[in-house]
């Protein structure tokens, strides 16, 4: 209970300083509408969306065997990248032969890049008249968003980071994550980019937030102190605690 009380008390001084300066400065906070989004945004990481729900082509056969090839899928939104398959029964792009007696094949990407979600698509029809009909579908996920380098995602990959920044300077979770977003991470106290890569759930540290964007979101919903001042030991427990996925 003592320590609750201490935690409690921190908090609110904290509140209380932040409004302070704020008023002094005369800036306006960030609304909780662009602090959800955030969250919404990061827990998009490492999830594969449709960036072209199905692309359904019938290619008429010939007396003789005959190949087309076509592109599928559009630039990635803002923020995202075709996605990687995470185990060799997954495929991106999903190319299925439907109908006919020829083949569908995925024939590489059309640009090197990323960011390039444009997929080039093989038909092959079989002589006489063997034609074909194939259905693609292309995925796309957001980009890994470090919160100490500038990258086109709203927010950064660390959900009590990203909060703390973007009540201070919204542009960083309604537009995109540049270069002085990254700077304010230290410049705000909000973090430190001495320290490597976001820091475990299950490890207490001196910085708002951990490494699991929805995990954080979940036991910040519960206890602001995690996100707000730092994730110490009983964020940790609460973490394991709560029933957060």
């Known amino acids: 209970m003592r320590r609750k009380n201490i935690r409690y008390l921190s908090t609110v001084v904290a509140a209380v300083a932040m409004v302070l300066s704020v008023l002094a400065a005369s800036c306006a906070v960030e609304t909780d509408d662009s602090v959800d989004r955030v969250g919404e ?79 080039r698509i093989h038909a092959h029809t079989n002589a006489f008249w063997g034609g074909v009909e194939c259905e693609t579908s292309v995925f796309e996920e957001a980009a890994t968003a470090p919160c100490c380098s500038s990258h086109s995602s709203q927010g950064c990959d660390n959900f009590g980071i990203s909060r703390c920044v973007c009540a201070r300077d919204s542009y960083c979770c309604n537009n995109f994550w540049d270069s002085l977003c990254a700077s304010e991470v230290t410049s705000f106290g909000c973090g430190s980019c001495l320290a490597g890569p976001s820091p475990s759930c299950f490890v207490s540290h001196t910085t708002p937030g951990c490494k699991d964007f929805s995990l954080a979101s979940c036991v910040c919903n519960t206890d602001s102190f995690c996100c707000n001042i730092k994730w110490d030991s009983i964020c940790v427990n609460e973490a394991g605690t709560l029933g957060c996925p």
Do not use: H, M
């Open 41 to 119: 945004v990061a827990q998009t990481i490492g999830v594969w969306r449709l960036n072209v729900s199905v692309d359904r082509r019938n290619f008429g056969g010939n007396i003789v065997e005959q190949d087309f090839y076509y592109t599928v899928g559009s630039l990635c939104a803002a923020g995202f990248e075709r996605a990687t398959p995470t185990s060799t029964t997954e495929k991106n792009p999903k190319v299925v032969k439907l109908t006919g007696y020829g083949a569908c094949d995925f024939a590489g990407w059309e640009s090197p890049d990323p960011s390039d979600c444009r997929a």
